[in-house]
């Protein structure tokens, strides 16, 4: 695996084809992601309101989390943190 170095200032990916393949990837796990949040959320991780389903919630998130952690460093690919960073360096607002 080559280090990707930026052509541009505010390249974030090497080429197009990564760029979507970030995009679809992310887009994916955000549908699975993003009801298992808001439950672990709104419940305080099963403290408040639906207690089960809130802990349990929060319990499949971080193993969802972890295991695409793991995926994405097994196949060199761009941590969700180092994504972040970049993108707040370069004075992206995600609002």
């Not at 390249?11 to 393949?21: E, G, I, N």
């Not at 298992?36 to 499949?60: C, K, P, Q, V, Y």
């Not at 995926?71 to 690919?77: C, S």
Request: aromatic share 8%.
């Amino acid at each position: 695996m080559k280090h990707f170095t930026p052509a541009q200032e505010a390249q974030l990916f090497c080429s197009p084809a990564h760029r979507t393949a970030w995009n679809n990837r992310m887009t994916v796990r955000g549908r699975v992601a993003t009801p298992l949040l808001m439950a672990a959320r709104h419940t305080r991780n099963g403290t408040r309101g639906e207690s089960t389903f809130g802990h349990r919630a929060s319990i499949d998130l971080d193993r969802l989390l972890a295991r695409w952690r793991r995926e994405d460093k097994r196949e060199g690919r761009m941590s969700a943190v180092e994504y972040n960073d970049r993108r707040y360096r370069l004075g992206f607002d995600p609002l």
